[in-house]
């Protein structure tokens, strides 16, 4: 072969590599090289002299894949049409149609996550919803990062990426990306231009003094003061003049308002950014917006239409409502939904930081499959088809829902059960020795009943098997057992340590005859370690059992059926054990 020949082959090799990596992160979070060289070679058979250099080419690749960004892998995902099914999905069509669509032109909608820690279930619900309306309505999808504040909510660098891949993860593809830290000046703009109208001002008043103002519905002293005056405040603040708790920028609203939350609203406020520093711009600005200020501004210029936000968010709206009539601008359209929880899991991010700064030893992290964080539900074997069912059967319903893990269970198993492997897993083994086989006994199992999902052979070299003692316990000698896809045998004595059986018969229909249990088994010459992992009343429980061969030929996140025992995710796998993290039956 040329070197020009060679150089043609590589390009051609680079380029299929390059997609089966972008599809096995897409798939698993983080593209391995074994199933990767595996599909090259395969598709490539006839360039099998060149496999050392393919390899090494499929290394590199690995390497380049796994340093992406969610943006960059999503980009390459949508080049090689790996987005494609995600994208043509119809699951909104029961959906009911967004308020005054027709006043607005294109629909835009957002999904604006604070990145203090990695989304859940609840914050899906807006993404979700989001999203799937703006692909109705063929308008656009923004995706915002709310940082604005660096001391009490503060972002943490890994949940950028997280929130992205999750995500991706549940199809939600976004149109724009913006992260708020970054449009610092976009903010300051908006806050002189307020404070020039005579709509916003510099509030020098300790907190304690104003609240008591406030409550008494009375002015704070510095309120009125001329607008140049609270301009050249305002630059000295920004200069670092004053120190955080100093001063803050407040929104003149209304003395007299109902709620005295709204009441002079606060805008901006300082933070001592060399005690804590912005993971995105450092200790650049001191001078931040409030949610509300920050949230308000870049729904104008970002050009949202429609709002979809849980209803404790009812306020916010009161809040931002004044900037928007302040500066003449068209507020958008807001639809409030319930909040959202599931039984069994523990939904509150709060709740989790704390736990996870408290005792780190105690939980596998912000995947930990007790969190209903969407990387634990991941991690747990929930598809992302499951969890985007679920929430638009919620819709746009104002009601609270608390939504069973027997309903994500019965909805996940509808899914997942076309496409898991059947596996033979043994948990609290106990050896049986079966006299009368003739040995070696070869079987050829295929992974689904009724789906191509590939077969397995194993191969019985010693009259010994594991099954489950959970199966034996009790049963009298002189009972027939069938071993799954093996043959019957005829128990002769059972104990904790050992069971003692004979060959009975070969086929099914011998089975049936006597009433045999079917069971599944394990070899004991050729088997698997296997640790199954399960959620009981928040605690973990792991599960010493053995597994058959087969698992080590599988992927870490590859989701299994575990034969009559259930769903189960593959969790780790190494050549001697796999970790197994049980779904639902």
């Known amino acids: 072969m040329s070197t020009d020949s060679i150089d043609a082959v590589k390009q051609i090799i680079e380029r299929t590599a390059l997609k089966y990596a972008v599809e096995n992160r897409m798939k698993y979070g983080e593209a391995k090289q074994g199933p990767v060289l595996n599909k090259v070679l395969g598709e490539y058979r006839q360039f099998k002299s060149m496999a050392r250099d393919i390899a090494k080419i499929v290394e590199e690749t690995i390497k380049y894949v796994n340093s992406l960004s969610a943006s960059e892998l999503q980009d390459l995902a949508e080049k090689f049409g790996l987005l494609e099914r995600k994208e043509t999905k119809k699951e909104g ?7 005054n669509v027709e006043q607005w032109g294109v629909v835009i909608t957002r999904f604006a ?43 943490l660098t890994f949940s950028y990426r997280i ?32 404070i020039e109208l005579g709509y916003a001002y510099v509030d020098l008043c300790r907190s304690i003094v104003f609240r008591e103002l406030r409550n008494a519905g009375k002015a704070c002293p510095h309120r009125d003061l001329d607008s140049s005056k609270h301009m050249e405040l305002f630059e000295k603040i920004l200069l670092g003049e004053f120190g955080e708790g100093e001063a803050v920028i407040r929104l003149k609203t209304d003395l007299n308002y109902p709620d005295p939350a709204i009441r ?35 729904d104008h210029f970002m050009g949202v239409t429609h709002i979809l936000r849980g209803k404790e968010h009812a306020l916010n709206t009161l809040k931002q409502l004044f900037i928007y009539k302040y500066l003449g601008w068209k507020y958008p359209e807001v639809v409030n939904f319930g909040r959202v929880g599931l039984e069994g899991l523990i939904l ?20 930990d499959i007790r969190f209903a964080t969407i990387s634990g539900l991941r991690r747990r074997g929930i598809l992302p088809e499951t969890i985007r ?19 994500v269970a019965a909805v996940n198993r509808k899914n997942v059960d076309p496409v898991a492997k059947r596996v033979f897993v043994v948990c609290n083994p106990v050896k049986v020795r079966i006299s009368g086989v003739d040995l070696p006994k070869e079987v050829e199992i295929s992974y689904h009943p009724s789906k191509n999902l590939g077969k397995r052979r194993i191969t019985l070299t010693r009259p010994e098997v594991f099954i489950s003692y959970y199966d034996i316990e009790g049963v009298k000698p002189g009972t027939v057992i069938r071993l799954m896809e093996l043959f019957n045998m005829e128990i002769k004595h059972v104990s904790k340590e050992i069971v003692e059986a004979i060959y009975h018969s070969a086929g099914l229909d011998e089975a049936k005859k006597w009433g045999a249990q079917i069971i599944q088994w394990v070899a004991c010459e050729n088997n698997l370690k296997a640790e199954v992992l399960k959620v009981e009343n928040l605690k973990l429980r792991k599960e010493y059992c053995v597994a058959e061969r087969g698992l080590v030929e599988m992927e870490r996140g590859e989701i299994v059926q575990m034969v009559r025992i259930g769903f189960g995710r593959i969790d780790k796998i190494t050549g001697s054990k796999a970790v197994i993290v049980y779904a639902h039956e």
């Open 348 to 367: 509150s991010k709060s709740w989790i930081k704390g736990k996870l700064r408290e005792s780190p030893g105690k939980f596998m992290g912000f995947d």
């Open 93 to 99: 069509r029961g959906l009911p149609p967004l308020p």
């Open 264 to 298: 002079d609203w606060v805008m901006m406020r300082i933070i001592d950014v060399e005690k804590y520093p912005h993971p995105v711009v450092g200790d650049r600005y001191r001078l931040w917006p409030t949610y509300n200020f920050a949230a308000a501004i870049d």
């Open 389 to 407: 069912e679920i929430i638009l059967s919620l819709g746009l319903s104002p009601a609270d829902a608390r939504i069973s893990w027997v309903n």
């Open 163 to 194: 929130v992205e891949e999750d995500l991706l993860w549940l199809g939600v593809k976004w149109d724009e990306e913006y992260v708020q830290s970054m449009r610092m000046e976009k903010y300051y703009e908006v806050a002189r231009k307020l």
């Open 113 to 155: 996550p604070n990145p203090d820690f990695p989304i859940h279930l609840g914050n899906a619900r807006a993404a979700i919803l989001s999203h799937e309306y703006a692909r109705m309505y063929k308008g656009k999808f923004v995706l915002r990062f709310e940082d604005t504040d660096p001391r009490i909510k503060r972002p």
